[in-house]
Nanobody, 130 residues
């Protein structure tokens, strides 16, 4: 049974930082591409950042480039999202997602598309106040 558990969300003022963590279990973690997504009330889920299985390729939404950093520790089955210079518009539920992927997989064409992932966590809330 694949499990993804997010943590690290909370409330912060604009300009502040948070670090989200996602603990993975139940599968060969190192073979999985991972992504962070967010969904605000009344809006569609959107890709924020993604990282390939080896950690050598990362992708970011334009709205978070230069502010967010995705990373992973395969030895610990963990993926992280460091969020700096947070803005009120970053307020959302944040989800960790995973998919088995190899070089040349469709994932590399659309790493920030929710449809490319088949395992999801329950989410952690991030609230940024002005």
């Amino acid at each position: 049974q694949v499990q993804l558990v997010e943590s690290g969300g909370g409330s912060v003022q604009a300009g502040g930082s948070l670090r989200l963590s996602c603990a993975a279990s139940g599968y060969t973690y190192s073979s999985r591409c991972m992504g962070w997504f967010r969904q605000a009330p009344g809006k569609e889920r959107e890709g924020v950042a993604a990282i390939n299985s080896g950690g050598g390729s990362t992708y970011y939404a334009d709205s978070v480039k230069g502010r967010f950093t995705i990373s992973r520790e395969n030895a610990k089955n963990m993926v992280y999202l460091q969020m700096d210079s947070l803005k009120p518009e970053d307020t959302a539920m944040y989800y960790c997602a995973a998919v088995f992927c190899i070089v040349g997989a469709n994932w590399y064409r659309r790493p920030l598309s929710p449809g490319e992932y088949n395992y999801w966590g329950q989410g952690t809330q991030v609230t940024v106040s002005s």
